[in-house]
C-alpha cells in the first residue's frame, strides 16, 4: 500500500492515517509551526516538485490523519523562575530589613511546574482503527449471515466463517500494510486456519444480540431442537444421517457448553467495540503455534505487545476501572477453552460424516501431526 499523500511505497499508520515518515513528519512540523495559514504557491512552482505547503496539509486530511493526535512541542530549554531569596515572613518595621543568612546547607526548593492545559491521550490508533472499520463492514456481515441454521448446512456455515476471517485480515492488511506485506504466504494461511476456531467462538458473543433477534422466531424448546436436528442432518450424506434423538444426544452438550461457558460469560463483561476488537487481534496474532514459521512467531509476539499496551492505554483514557485490564486479558482463556471444545467438535464431526471444509481438516491433521 502507497503513502495516501506523497504515493510512497513505504507506509505505516500516523496519526490515524496511513502515509510514509516523511509525510507524517511534516503533518507534525505543520501544526507545531506557529504559521498554519499560508497561501497555496503551487501555480509558481517547478512542475515535478512536491504540491506546496497548503495542498499537502490538506492531503494529509484528506487521508484521515488528526491534529489532536500530535502531541503537543516539548521546550527544549525551559526557562526557570527566578528563586526569591527574602523571607516571606513579615518584617517589624521598627526593625532592620537587613537579610539574615540561612543557615541550612540544602539548596533552595525549586517552583513546581504547573499541569499542562490540555492532556493529551494515549495513543490507541491500531485498535481504534480496527474498531472504525470493523463498524464499516457490518452491513456485509449481516447479509453474510442472514440465514438461520435451519436454513444451511455445517460446510456452508463454516465457508461464511472462513469470508468472515479474511474480511477481517484485510482490515489489518489496510491497519499493518508493511507487517503484512512481508508475510509468507504459508505463514498467513495457517495463522487463518488457527484464527478460525477462535473467531468462531469470539464472534458469537460479539454477534450474540444481533442473533437473539434474528432468531426471535423460535419461541420454544421443540423449535430450537428441530433447527438443530436440521442443521446436522443437512450436513451429512443421506446415507449416514443420524436420527433426531442420536443428533441431540450428541450434539447438544456442545452446544450447552458453548452458551453456558463461553459465549455468555463474554458477552456479560459487557466490552465495548474497541476491546472486542484488540481481543480480535490478540488471536489473530497468536505466536505460540507450531505450524508458522519463527520469523512470524516474533512479529505476532511484537504486535501482541502494541496491543496490550493500546488496549491499557485505551482503558485508563476512558476512566475504566484498574481490574478491566486483567478482566479483557482473561477472556483470552475464555477464548482457548471454547477454541479445545471446538476442536473437539471437529473429531465428532469426522466420526459421524459431517462434511466438513477444507480449512478444518487441515486443522484437524495438524493437531493430529
Not at 509558481?44 to 495542498?55: A, V, Y
Not at 523562575?81 to 546547607?105: A, F, N, R, Y
Not at 456442545?254 to 460469560?265: M, T
Request: charged residues 25%; proline residues 6%.
Amino acid at each position: 500500500m502507497s503513502c495516501h499523500v506523497c504515493g510512497s511505497p513505504d507506509t505505516e499508520p500516523h496519526f490515524g492515517g496511513i502515509s510514509c515518515k516523511a509525510c507524517a513528519a511534516f503533518f507534525r512540523r505543520y501544526f507545531h509551526s506557529k504559521k498554519l495559514d499560508a497561501p497555496c504557491t503551487c501555480q509558481i512552482r517547478f512542475r515535478n516538485s512536491h504540491p506546496c505547503r497548503e495542498c499537502r496539509i490538506l492531503k494529509c486530511l484528506e487521508a484521515g490523519m488528526d491534529p489532536e493526535k500530535v502531541q503537543v512541542k516539548r521546550e527544549k530549554h525551559p526557562p526557570r523562575k527566578k528563586v526569591s531569596q527574602q523571607s516571606d515572613l513579615p518584617l517589624d518595621p521598627g526593625k532592620s530589613t537587613q537579610l539574615v543568612p540561612s543557615t541550612s546547607s540544602s539548596p533552595p526548593s525549586l517552583p513546581i511546574s504547573p499541569l499542562p492545559l490540555q492532556i493529551i491521550s494515549r495513543n490507541c490508533s491500531t485498535i481504534s482503527q480496527t474498531a472504525f472499520n470493523w463498524e464499516s463492514i457490518q452491513p456485509k456481515r449481516f447479509l453474510l449471515f442472514d440465514k438461520t441454521l435451519d436454513q444451511t448446512n455445517y460446510y456452508e456455515l463454516s465457508c461464511l466463517m472462513r469470508e468472515d476471517c479474511r474480511m477481517i485480515w484485510k482490515i489489518v492488511e489496510g491497519l499493518l500494510p508493511s507487517v503484512t506485506y512481508n508475510l509468507r504466504y504459508l505463514d498467513k494461511e495457517a495463522m487463518l486456519r488457527n484464527f478460525l476456531p477462535k473467531w468462531s467462538v469470539l464472534t458469537a458473543a460479539i454477534d450474540m444480540e444481533m442473533n437473539i433477534r434474528r432468531y426471535s422466531k423460535f419461541e420454544g424448546l421443540e423449535d430450537i431442537q428441530r433447527m438443530l436436528v436440521e442443521f446436522y442432518q443437512y450436513s451429512m450424506p443421506y446415507e449416514y444421517r443420524m436420527t433426531p434423538e442420536a443428533i441431540l444426544k450428541t450434539f447438544g452438550p456442545l452446544l450447552a457448553y458453548y452458551g453456558e461457558h463461553v459465549i455468555l460469560p463474554i458477552h456479560a463483561k459487557n466490552f465495548d467495540k474497541a476491546e472486542y476488537m484488540a481481543l480480535t487481534l490478540l488471536i489473530l496474532f497468536d505466536g505460540a503455534y507450531t505450524n508458522i514459521s519463527v520469523e512470524c512467531s516474533e512479529m505476532c509476539r511484537n504486535i501482541r505487545n502494541l496491543v496490550f499496551r493500546e488496549l491499557k492505554g485505551y482503558q485508563m483514557d476512558k476512566n475504566y476501572e484498574e481490574t478491566q485490564f486483567i478482566d479483557t486479558v482473561d477472556t483470552l482463556s475464555i477464548v482457548e477453552k471454547g477454541e479445545r471444545k471446538f476442536h473437539e467438535e471437529l473429531l465428532v464431526c469426522e466420526m459421524h460424516h459431517v462434511h466438513l471444509h477444507d480449512d478444518y481438516r487441515m486443522l484437524m491433521n495438524e493437531l493430529n501431526g
